[in-house]
Each structure stands twice: as C-alpha cells, then as structure tokens.
C-alpha cells in the first residue's frame, strides 16, 4: 500500500504521504518478497564461484603489500583476523596456497600479483555488476568495453578500501599508544582507540559496499542513496560471519564429510552468504528508490551506454 489516509462515510478517501518508518517497513518487506523472484539464492551461489576464483589473486596481493608493513609476517596477522568470522579450515587452506606461491622477492611477487589480481578478480567484479543489475531492476545497456575496465577499476577501489580496514585492525587497540607517544596528539586518543579502530575498519567495509552499489549497476543515483543497503549488508554479513564461524567451529566437521574438499566447500558457504547479503543490500536500495515521493524510474536510451538509468529524488 503506498499510502494511509481517513475514509469518509461517502467513501471518499484523503491520503497522506507515510513516514520514512512507513517507507522503509514497506521496503524491506519488498524486498523479502524480491528474493525468490529475482532468483537471489542463484544469484549468490553463481557469484560465490566467480569469488572464489578470484579470491587468491587477491590475496597473492594483499600479501604483497602488506610484506611491505612494519612487523612480524602482517599477512599472517590479516589471516588470524579472519578466522574470527571464517572457517578455520578455510584459513589453513589459504595458508598452504600462499605459502606454495610467496617469495622472499616481494617485487616479483607484486607485480605478479597485479597482473594475476586485476584480470581474474576483474572477472569476479564482473559477474557482480550482472547479478547487481538485476538486483536493482535494470538492464545492462553498457557496451563490454566499458563494463569490463568498471570492473578492474572495482577491483582496485574496493580493495583498496577493504585494505585500509584491515591494516587498521592489524595496528590494533595499542596504535593509538605509540602515536601518542611519537606525535603531539592528545592521550584522549590513545585511550579512545581500541573502540575507534574498530568504527573505522566497519565505516571504510560499509564505503567499500557503497561504492560497489553506486558504480556498478547501470542506474545513475546519488552516493549517498546507496548507503541504507550497505549498512544492511554489512552488519548482516559481519553478524551472520560469527555465527558461522562459531557453527563451523562447533558443530560443523566438514572434512569428515568431504576429506580434503571440506575447507574448499566451507569457504564457498561463506562467499554464498557474503553474496546474497550483498544482493539483498542492492535490492533494499532499489525498493527505497522507487518509494521516493518524487522518484521516476527512465530507461536510459544513450546507445553508448555510459548514463544507465536515472534516478532523480
């Protein structure tokens, strides 16, 4: 229902404009009801395989960079951070990969890994700028030339986004000590940050989400418009994350199952679910956008493809 208002005895209706809680209640219920019927739960998995392939190009350089870090191994530290949230299996399996594959020569090393990361994971990108297309209703007008450098550009700024949120979370809660101890900066600060680190590392998880909402499907929105189906997909996927860890960690015995398959098909049940949280996210910002008072949704009818679609508030 887009509206309430007052019937009268001669059934006359007057309506009023809901409130945002009234828009936002009917957009998540929209969106629950666009899950089956955008075909979501397939979405995600289809997305699951493209990540998993390009999630160790990736890490070959994160790895990399990070070697370049102050401390003992960082990468190992990035690892330890996420089994928190993935299955530890996983991680040991991600440990074995890398360790086959990193050398002392770290120059090597990165520009090995820029060119393996940004042509696979680039392919990762781009399923996901088809599956957020059709989270979002559109359809994708865009030639494969511009599709394609997107997604390498996607690959570079998300990373670079996520990166920040881990190192962030490698310094840990005694960075704000030593700089407070090598810099002019009050002690307010040493004593805040160990719960600073922690909104930064989300704040930059929810930007890097947000600039994947606002760049890669084929709809012209504001940034800022993006940024209620990042909150929803990031704390989903950060609540859900634990509790699969806890699950993995407890109850779930997956190599008695599968023997050596079982940290591969842990891993991917933890992308599937990070990829449906992300289609979800995208499918909230669509509903909300069509539950502007003012909002207009026009095909874009540009043969180059570049504009999308408009949506104008």
């Not at 990540?51 to 190009?57: E, G």
Request: charged share 10%.
């Amino acid at each position: 229902m887009s509206s309430v208002g007052h019937i009268f005895a001669n059934g006359t209706q007057i309506k009023r404009p809901r409130g945002i809680l009234g828009r936002i209640k009917d957009a998540l219920w929209r969106t629950v009801e666009a899950v089956p019927a955008k075909h979501t739960l397939q979405m995600a998995a289809a997305l699951s395989y493209y990540f998993v392939i390009s999630l160790f190009p990736a890490l070959l350089l994160v790895s990399a960079i990070l070697a370049y870090l102050p401390g003992a191994n960082p990468f190992s530290q990035v690892l330890s951070l996420m089994s928190g949230f993935v299955p530890q299996d996983s991680i040991e399996l991600l440990r074995k990969v890398l360790a086959t594959v990193v050398t002392p020569n770290r120059s090597t090393l990165l520009s090995f890994g820029i060119l393996g990361t940004l042509w696979t994971a680039s392919g990762g990108f781009a399923a996901a700028i088809e599956a957020l297309d059709i989270a979002y209703d559109v359809e994708e007008a865009r030639p494969f030339w511009v599709t394609r450098p997107l997604a390498v550009a996607l690959t570079l700024l998300v990373g670079l986004l996520l990166l920040v949120a881990l190192v962030v979370m490698i310094v840990g809660p005694q960075f704000g000590t030593w700089l407070a101890l090598r810099t002019n900066l009050s002690w307010l600060l040493a004593q805040s940050w160990p719960y600073i680190h922690w909104t930064v590392a989300v704040v930059f998880t929810v930007l890097a989400v947000e600039s994947l909402y606002f760049l890669a499907p084929n709809v012209r929105q504001r940034f800022w418009a993006t940024l209620p189906g990042a909150v929803l997909a990031v704390g989903c996927w950060i609540g859900l994350s634990y509790t699969l860890g806890y699950y993995f960690r407890s109850f779930a015995h997956f190599n008695k199952t599968y023997g050596a398959m079982g940290a591969v098909i842990a891993l991917m049940v933890w992308l599937y679910w990070t990829s449906f949280f992300m289609l979800v996210g995208a499918e909230l910002n669509c509903e909300l956008a069509k539950e502007t008072k003012k909002g207009k949704i026009k095909q874009d009818e540009d043969p180059s493809g570049l504009t999308g679609l408009d949506l104008v508030a």
